[in-house]
């Protein structure tokens, strides 16, 4: 089992940042991707970000491109997502997730990853 700690999440206006971490635990080494997920009122868990722990493979969606960057301390086995320029479509419950995905590609899909944290929730007010 893998357990997953997200923080950082919290009340921003637009145009301001945030960084989530996620502390992941257990057994990691059935993992080599790590991604972040939101899911807004309403909406379908979206695909933000994801990264390898090893190698310089990241993936993002188009709508956080340019604004977000996913990073990782393999020392400290954290991850982190770097969210600038924020905008008030970004408010949403931001999920930690790990899997053992084969292509990046792959990691887009929320049901390539095994293990979940219960979600941080971030608010970008206008």
């Known amino acids: 089992q893998v357990q997953l700690v997200e923080s950082g999440g919290g009340l921003v206006q637009a145009g301001g940042s945030l960084r989530l971490s996620c502390a992941p635990s257990?057994?990691?080494?059935?993992?080599?991707?790590m991604g972040w997920f939101r899911q807004a009122p309403g909406k379908e868990r979206e695909f933000v970000a994801a990264?390898?722990?090893?190698?310089?493979?990241?993936y993002y969606a188009d709508s956080v491109k340019g604004r977000f960057t996913i990073s990782r301390d393999n020392a400290k086995s954290t991850v982190y997502l770097q969210m600038n320029s924020l905008q008030p479509e970004d408010t949403a419950v931001y999920y930690c997730?790990?899997?053992?995905?084969?292509?990046?590609?792959?990691?887009?899909?929320?049901?390539?990853?095994?293990?979940w944290g219960q979600g941080t929730q971030v608010t970008v007010s206008s």
């Open positions: 257990g057994r990691t080494f059935s993992t080599n991707t």
């Open positions: 997730a790990a899997g053992a995905i084969g292509t990046m590609q792959g990691a887009r899909y929320s049901n390539s990853y095994d293990y």
């Open positions: 990264i390898r722990w090893t190698g310089a493979s990241t």
